[in-house]
């Protein structure tokens, strides 16, 4: 499986902007900088589609792709503002923060989340309580786990890993392992 097109369809600052596509949603959910845009264009083997900086915070809107996999079916992948560190005033990450919250908690079309995490720092409780926050309002969407920059691991730390998250998806942008099985996933929720 694979996605043989993708593109841009439009940013919007709040779920009042957000068009209505009639197509499943994808949501593309972590803390800055953890390589939510690497990983759409890697998915979307096109390097250019999402932006993304080594300044975290630079994804301040909501960004909608549409994607066509090999099989026909299509999705909407949504990139949304990363959560925790970024370099803005402390009044913009509240606004994001209420923007990105009414978001996830409205957007019916969302029928996966999945919650990047660094590999590295696989147990800070920013990550922890995004989980249950998201458990706590949308009980049907379906919730995934992927741990990216997985290259900076030891195989022992990796296999510790694994045991532990049995039913996530390691991925390293880097060295473009670990996304054939996360296509195949995600092309069950195509229409």
């Known amino acids: 499986m694979q996605i043989i097109n993708a593109q841009f369809l439009k940013s919007s600052s709040k779920l009042s ?4 596509y009639n197509l499943n949603e994808v949501a593309f959910l972590g803390r800055s900088n953890v390589g939510k845009s690497s990983l759409i ?13 080594q300044t975290p915070g630079k994804t301040r809107l909501i960004n909608f792709f549409e994607v066509s996999f090999s099989d026909k079916k299509r999705l ?10 970024a370099k803005v005033s402390k009044s913009q990450k509240e606004e994001w923060n209420k923007n990105l919250e ?3 908690k409205n957007r019916g079309q969302i029928k996966v989340f999945l919650h990047l995490i660094d590999a590295r720092h696989d147990e800070l409780s920013i990550d922890e309580n995004l989980f249950l926050y ?9 919730y995934i786990r992927v741990f990216t920059k ?24 880097l060295k473009k392992s670990g996304f ?12």
């Open 76 to 85: 909407i992948f949504v990139d949304l503002p990363g959560f925790g560190y």
């Open 150 to 173: 997985i290259d900076k691991l030891n195989q022992s730390q990796m296999a510790k890993l694994k045991n532990k998250h049995k039913d996530a998806f390691f991925i390293s942008s």
């Open 102 to 104: 009414y978001f996830v």
């Open 41 to 53: 264009n890697t998915l979307t083997n096109n390097s250019k589609l999402a932006k993304k900086s």
């Open 17 to 20: 902007e957000c068009e209505e």
């Open 180 to 191: 054939s099985n996360l296509l195949e996933f995600l092309a069950q929720y195509g229409i």
């Open 134 to 142: 998201v458990q706590s309002f949308n009980k049907e969407a379906k």
